[in-house]
T-cell receptor
Framework: SQQGEEDPQALSIQEGENATMNCSYK?????LQWYRQNSGRGLVHLIL?????REKHSGRLRVTLDTSKKSSSLLITASRAADTASYFC????????????FGTGTRLTVIP | DTGVSQDPRHKITKRGQNVTFRCDPI?????LYWYRQTLGQGPEFLTY????????KSRLLSDRFSAERPKGSFSTLEIQRTEQGDSAMYLC???????????????FGPGTRLTVL
């Protein structure tokens, strides 16, 4: 399976701290995307990093990609209570379909 | 709102009934995807369309499931003879894939939560 796997499964931090989530996958990819999902809601696209990129920033988000290790990390700096959500990494198949493969997510809780 | 929309947001049905969900993608997007998400899991791919053509189906998509995108715009997902195991969140996503390469940034709708009693 190409499914990504996030680590840790759950993370609880104090507001203001940084949160780091990791993702590992198994096969070659075109790109890797991170999504956020609030409980019972749809997924919100956070950031896409291409296979030839190593790091990308968007606001308080920093994503790294190491294709040699088939892993990615998502760093949220200066966390806020509103960041409480599940975070998923999604990889695409290295074929024409480009459907996404998701892991089971990291459940982040930011304590005010 | 120019995002992906889905209707209905919630559906409760009795086992054996048929249900149909609708997805309206972002207007200029040429690809439309359906995913299913069960509690505590990430979304799982069901099927996708490039314009009006359905190009791939997952093995999860049994013969009780059918999807259409008749004019390359909105799509419907029908489940016939629903079973309790069909209870899940059904998510639709769309993307624009063009000459620049299939970067395939997918944007998701709010989902339709199906409960089969």
């Amino acid at each position: 399976s190409q499914q990504g796997e996030e680590d840790p499964q759950a993370l609880s931090i104090q507001e203001g701290e940084n949160a780091t989530m990791n993702c590992s996958y198994k096969t070659s990819i075109n790109n890797l995307q991170w999504y956020r999902q609030n409980s019972g809601r749809g997924l919100v696209h956070l950031i896409l990093i291409r296979s030839n990129e190593r790091e990308k920033h968007s606001g308080r988000l920093r994503v790294t990609l190491d294709t040699s290790k088939k892993s990615s990390s998502l760093l949220i700096t200066a966390s806020r209570a509103a960041d409480t959500a599940s975070y998923f990494c999604a990889t695409d198949a290295h074929t024409g379909a480009n459907n996404l493969f998701f892991g089971t997510g990291t459940r982040l809780t930011v304590i005010p | 709102d120019t995002g992906v929309s889905q209707d209905p947001r919630h559906k409760i049905t009795k086992r054996g009934q048929n249900v149909t969900f609708r997805c309206d993608p972002i207007s200029e997007h040429n690809r439309l995807y359906w995913y299913r998400q069960t509690l505590g899991q990430g979304p799982e791919f069901l099927t996708y369309f490039q314009n009006e053509a359905q190009l791939e189906k997952s093995r999860l998509l049994s013969d009780r499931f059918s999807a259409e995108r008749p004019k390359g715009s909105f799509s419907t997902l029908e489940i016939q003879r629903t079973e309790q195991g069909d209870s899940a969140m059904y998510l639709c996503a769309s993307s624009l894939v063009g000459r620049g390469g299939p970067y395939n940034e997918q944007f998701f709708g709010p989902g339709t939560r199906l409960t089969v009693l």
